[in-house]
């Protein structure tokens, strides 16, 4: 599959160098086009020479390389980053937190519905939200499964990242529609605010076999 990248920050690194290892084709974009070759370089070293290499340029070329486009800009950078490409017919994955500090709580309610608003004529699926980049880039150890929510309102654009999330060797879980993505941009706040505290979430649930 071929995927631009829209940002080159540690989302980008993570998520782009685990598709490249993959097979994927990979394009990262960026205001700085230097800075994205320069990552587009890094993942090629990290995906032991995959054939063909991650290539960098502008955020314009990463929207149009291919079917599927990540949005891995910081929240607050993400309306102004969809309005200036051309992503019409594109499957747009949000893995973006509206989040500020401290108190952990939500900067904006409904972060992918917004974008999708701006974005109009892509197909916006909200995925990748509720774990860091140093959980996706390793794959999950043998015996655990990691279940990775994702939102979205069409089928073949949710049947993409369900392929994406199962190349990092993860569960594609489907949460519903676009709607709900307000759910899972509230559940990381929940999650990040109780890891601040000293907890942990994986305590909050009671195991698969018992309901709730």
């Not at 917004?114 to 974005?119: E, H, P, Q, V």
């Not at 774990?131 to 499964?145: C, E, M, T």
């Amino acid at each position: 599959m071929r995927i631009g990248i829209l940002g080159n920050g540690l989302m980008a690194e993570a998520l782009g160098g685990q598709w490249a290892k993959a097979g994927h084709e990979i394009f990262v974009g960026g205001r700085s086009p230097q800075r994205a070759r320069k990552l587009a370089e890094q993942l090629s070293r990290a995906s032991r020479g995959t054939q063909p290499a991650p290539r960098g340029g502008t955020l314009q070329e990463a929207a149009q390389f291919g079917p599927v486009v990540l949005l891995a800009v910081p929240a607050e950078a993400a309306i102004a980053t969809v309005q200036a490409v051309d992503l019409r017919g594109r499957t747009l994955i949000d893995c973006t937190n509206a989040i500020t500090h401290p108190g952990v709580v939500l900067a904006v309610d409904a972060m992918a519905e917004t974008i999708s608003r701006y974005a109009d004529q892509a197909r916006v699926v909200k995925a990748f939200n509720l774990a860091a980049d140093s959980v996706w880039r390793r794959a999950p150890q043998p015996g655990q499964r990691l279940g990775v929510p994702i939102c979205g309102d069409d089928r073949e654009a949710l049947d993409q990242v369900a392929v994406l999330v199962r190349d990092l060797g993860c569960e594609p879980i489907h949460a519903g529609g676009l709607q709900r993505a307000r759910l899972l941009e509230a559940t990381a706040a929940f999650a990040i605010g109780v890891w601040a505290g000293g907890g942990d979430t994986r305590e909050l649930f009671p195991p698969r076999d018992q309901a709730f």
